[in-house]
């Protein structure tokens, strides 16, 4: 069974920084395009950035020139970091994985950006 755990969330002041690590398992023969989407309070959800086998990316405009994702094939794990983080990045964040040609996702984890 294939999984996708994530991990790095929590409380972050104004401006600082983070990083999101997740980390794919299970049996698998190919891993695609990983990503990273977000929902926010009251939100619907979003892209946040997507990164392909190949290393392709691409970001949401209101990430983008402050975030960076990036993958380790051999780990299985994909990578998102976020700087000058703003009270709007506030949300539950979500994995994203295509892997044996299925879309799977993590279970999610909080970002709060707050004084």
């Known amino acids: 069974q294939v999984q996708l755990v994530e991990s790095g969330g929590g409380l972050v002041q104004p401006g600082g920084s983070l990083r999101l690590s997740c980390a794919a398992s299970?049996?698998?023969?190919?891993?695609?395009?990983m990503g990273w989407y977000r929902q926010g309070p009251g939100k619907e959800r979003e892209l946040v950035a997507r990164?392909?086998?190949?290393?392709?990316?691409n970001y949401a405009d209101s990430v983008k020139g402050r975030s960076t994702i990036s993958r380790d094939n051999a780990k299985n794990t994909v990578y998102l970091r976020m700087n000058s983080l703003k009270p709007e990045d506030t949300a539950v964040y979500y994995c994203?994985?295509?892997?044996?040609?299925?879309?799977?996702w993590g279970q999610g984890t909080q970002v709060t950006v707050s004084s």
């Open positions: 994203y994985g295509n892997l044996n040609f299925r879309e799977y």
């Open positions: 299970g049996s698998f023969f190919s891993i695609n395009a």
């Open positions: 990164i392909t086998s190949g290393g392709s990316t």
